[in-house]
T-cell receptor, first 115, second 113 residues
């Protein structure tokens, strides 16, 4: 079982560059989300999607775009990278938002450094 | 303004003893709470959860207690094992925003052999 797959595992960008973090799941999950993990801040929600064609903002959406054209994929785009976006990014999915029955499944993360 | 707080960044316990990890929250609309465990270079994995209609949920060595009046929950691990060494995150879901899980900052647990 692949579960939630994130690519790349590591990335270094220069300030102002753009890039896309890829996320794919093979569990037919409707709900997908992106979190960033920073020291002392825990996991903060960037964007989420409750199904193909539907996305919404989380706690820290500025500087990021998402789209959900298929159930399987949920890419995260950094439009113009800034050093403040240096972080570890996690993609997560769930069958539904009934967390009682379907907890979030996380990928193994992408470590991004912006210089 | 953190709605879910884990005030202890780290905890060290002896193997075989009890580990108690604490979590406080401020939003009275939270109605479901979860604990996740994270090893280095891996994503968090679900451990145990509790609904606000309960005050205790148990799964093997893991028990979560919820004190709604104090807006406090705790995770007890008994007995602790070296393999339990990881970062533990508390998370909460609110009735006002069921699509969002809000996480705390995590507590790093070290279980000494």
């Amino acid at each position: 079982n692949a579960g939630v797959t994130q690519t790349p595992k590591f990335q270094v960008l220069k300030t102002g560059q753009s890039m896309t973090l890829q996320c794919a799941q093979d569990m037919n999950h409707e709900y997908m989300s992106w979190y960033r993990q920073d020291p002392g801040m825990g996991l903060r929600l960037i964007h989420y999607s409750v199904g193909a064609g539907i996305t919404d903002q989380g706690e820290v959406p500025n500087g990021y775009n998402v789209s959900r054209s298929t159930t399987e994929d949920f890419p995260l785009r950094l439009l113009s990278a800034a050093p403040s976006q240096t972080s570890v990014y996690f993609c997560a999915s769930s069958y539904s938002t009934g967390w009682e029955y379907s907890p979030l499944h996380f990928g193994n993360g992408t470590r991004l450094t912006v210089t | 303004d953190q709605q879910v707080k884990q005030n202890s960044p780290s905890l060290s316990v002896q193997e075989g003893r009890i580990s108690i990890l604490n979590c406080d929250y401020t939003n009275s609309m939270f109605d479901y709470f979860l604990w996740y465990k994270k090893y280095p270079a891996e994503g968090p994995t679900f451990l145990i959860s509790i609904s606000s209609i309960k005050d205790k949920n148990e799964d093997g060595r893991f028990t979560v207690f919820l004190n709604k009046s104090a807006k406090h929950l705790s995770l007890h691990i008994v007995p602790s094992q070296p393999g339990d060494s990881a970062v533990y995150f508390c998370a909460a879901k609110g009735t006002d925003s069921s699509y969002k899980l809000i996480f705390g900052s995590g507590t790093r647990l070290l279980v000494r052999p």
